[in-house]
């Protein structure tokens, strides 16, 4: 596979992660001052698409690794989250409860345990990522075609309201592993999508007009998230956003995007403490007085500062905030060459 046809992976992991992220922002600025805003309906149409393509690219590079060593797997697909998930659970629960660091450590206590229990709000696609392929892994020898059914199943019966438990564990595998699964199972079928693209089709934006639209219509009549249209709109609006990715691939001014996307993996680790900030300062202070900007900018800084962070400690022994130290890896595992939230297409799945 040529570099060309590649490119257009890190431009959609970029799409997605500034999605999350300015989706993020968005619930945290309402959550703070009850105030919805026009991009309160922006975070409201990426919803159906971000997350489902997420995890469908997660699960597009997976067939090169899950039949080969037994501790490289586990040690690149589910250790490497749940390490980086209680790092970052462990660095966010003492800043958020500073106060109590002195006076009541057993408040912090508490706050870790039910972080592990309950994956917080920030971080939870880490330990979901590791739960998701650990499943993969262990039905690797299934009929794939019965366990697509079955999530899909899983996903309905969620959006249905069937399955609602509270736990985030089960309620989000049963919402999201169908798309995960079918970035493993269908990968042949999303790479020569792109590819056939990215050899150029002249009616790719008017498609893209036409989803944008029906995905409009739905997300404002509030169907979006009824049973099956849910699971088709994931499925169309992760088609939809890799010919956009195949579009900026073949451009010159995408440079931006496809940096972001390879560093997707540093920004979902960080932006949540930057964000946080961004939130008290610009909300206390009102420099931005119009509130769809405000959050907007939130999100813009939170990424921003994400990677001028990582770039200040990535030569220091902080860099194990972003690269683990041999010690918390599988004896026997490979090591890999690069770091990853969703995989890439030279498969570089070890930490920044």
């Given at each position: 596979m040529s570099v060309t046809r590649i490119n257009w992976v890190d431009y959609a992991k970029g799409v997605c992660i500034i999605g999350l992220v300015l989706a993020q922002s968005v619930y945290g600025y309402v959550a703070m001052t009850g105030q919805s805003n026009w991009m309160h309906f922006a975070a409201a149409w990426a919803a159906p698409i971000i997350l489902p393509t997420l995890f469908i690219m997660s699960g597009l590079f997976l067939p090169r690794t899950l039949f080969g060593s037994k501790s490289t797997f586990l040690d690149r697909k589910v250790l490497r989250f749940v390490y980086f998930y209680v790092v970052w659970l462990i660095i966010q629960t003492v800043i958020l409860y500073a106060p109590h660091v002195t006076s009541n450590p057993l408040v912090i206590a508490s706050a870790m345990l039910s972080g592990l229990a309950q994956p917080t709000?920030?971080?939870?696609?880490?330990?979901?990522?590791?739960?998701?392929?650990?499943?993969?892994?262990?039905?690797?020898?299934?009929?794939?075609?019965?366990?697509?059914?079955?999530?899909?199943?899983?996903?309905?019966?969620?959006?249905?309201?069937?399955?609602?438990?509270?736990?985030?564990?089960?309620?989000?595998?049963?919402?999201?592993?169908?798309?995960?699964?079918?970035?493993?199972?269908?990968?042949?079928?999303?790479?020569?999508?792109?590819?056939?693209?990215?050899?150029?089709?002249?009616?790719?934006?008017?498609?893209?007009?036409?989803?944008?639209?029906?995905?409009?219509?739905?997300?404002?009549?509030?169907?979006?998230?009824?049973?099956?249209?849910?699971?088709?709109?994931?499925?169309?609006?992760a088609f939809a956003l890799i010919a956009l990715a195949t579009r900026l691939a073949n451009t010159r001014h995408g440079a931006a995007m496809q940096y972001i996307g390879r560093a997707q993996f540093v920004i979902y680790l960080t932006y949540f403490l930057p964000m946080t900030a961004a939130q008290t300062l610009l909300v206390r202070s009102g420099l931005l007085p119009e509130p769809g900007l405000t959050s907007l900018a939130i999100g813009l800084i939170a990424i921003a500062l994400s990677l001028a962070f990582h770039r200040l400690v990535r030569r220091t022994p902080l860099k194990a905030l972003y690269r683990r130290p041999m010690r918390f890896r599988l004896k026997g595992a490979e090591l890999s060459r690069g770091g990853q939230l969703i995989g890439s297409a030279t498969d570089r799945v070890e930490e920044a």
């Open positions: 709000s920030g971080l939870w696609i880490l330990p979901m990522l590791a739960l998701f392929h650990l499943t993969t892994w262990l039905a690797r020898r299934s009929a794939p075609t019965k366990i697509l059914l079955v999530a899909a199943l899983l996903q309905t019966a969620h959006a249905a309201g069937m399955i609602q438990t509270g736990w985030l564990v089960i309620d989000t595998f049963a919402q999201y592993f169908v798309f995960f699964f079918a970035g493993y199972h269908g990968a042949n079928l999303f790479r020569r999508f792109a590819a056939r693209l990215s050899e150029g089709f002249s009616d790719v934006p008017v498609a893209l007009i036409i989803w944008a639209a029906i995905n409009t219509v739905l997300v404002a009549q509030g169907t979006a998230t009824l049973p099956i249209i849910s699971l088709v709109l994931g499925f169309a609006g």
